[in-house]
C-alpha cells in the first residue's frame, strides 16, 4: 500500500513516511517490527504465516534466526501497540498458523486524503450502482 495511511483505533501507520503514531505523536518502533505491522495492515483479517512474513521480511535463501526474529518482531510490534496477546485488539495469534491483524481499519487514504481503488473495483462498483449482475446473462433483446 504505498503512498497510503492507514488508520485503526488511536493509531495512524504511515507507510511512506514508515512512522506509526498514536493520537498524533510519534511511537518508537524498530524497523523490522514497523515492516511487520505494515505487512499484516496490508493483510489485514487474514491469516498470515510464519512462512509468508519470514519471506517478507527476509527473503528467500536467508540464514538467520527466523523464528527469533519474528517472535521478537511480534513482540515489539505487541509492545508499541500496547496489546495483550491473551485478548487481542491487534494482533491474534492462530496457533499453529501464524498471525492475523484483528484491529478494525478506520480508513486507508492516499496521502492527497483520497480513497483510492483498482480499475476492476472501480467497475464493479460502477456495476453494482447500476443494478446490474455481471455474473447473470443478459436477456435476449426483443425486435
Known amino acids: ?18 512512522q506509526l503514531y498514536r493520537q498524533g505523536e510519534p511511537v518508537r518502533l524498530e524497523g523490522l ?9 496490508e493483510h489485514s483479517c487474514q491469516v498470515v504465516t510464519r512462512d509468508e512474513i ?7 535463501n536467508v ?15 505487541r509492545a508499541a501497540l500496547d496489546d495483550d496477546s491473551a485478548q487481542p485488539r491487534y494482533l491474534q495469534t492462530v496457533v499453529g498458523r501464524g498471525y492475523r491483524f484483528v484491529a478494525e481499519i478506520v480508513s486507508a487514504t492516499s496521502e492527497s486524503g483520497e480513497f483510492s481503488v483498482t480499475a476492476e473495483e472501480f467497475g464493479q462498483a460502477v456495476i453494482a450502482a447500476a443494478g446490474l449482475d455481471p455474473k447473470k446473462p443478459k436477456a435476449p433483446r426483443k425486435a
Open 33 to 41: 517490527p514497523l515492516q511487520l505491522l505494515i505487512f499484516l495492515a
Open 63 to 77: 540464514f538467520v534466526d527466523v523464528e527469533t526474529g519474528i517472535n521478537t518482531a511480534i513482540r515489539k510490534v
Open 54 to 60: 519470514a519471506e517478507a521480511l527476509w527473503g528467500k
Open 1 to 18: 500500500m504505498p503512498g497510503k495511511k492507514v488508520r485503526f483505533a488511536e493509531f495512524e501507520l504511515d507507510i511512506d513516511r514508515f
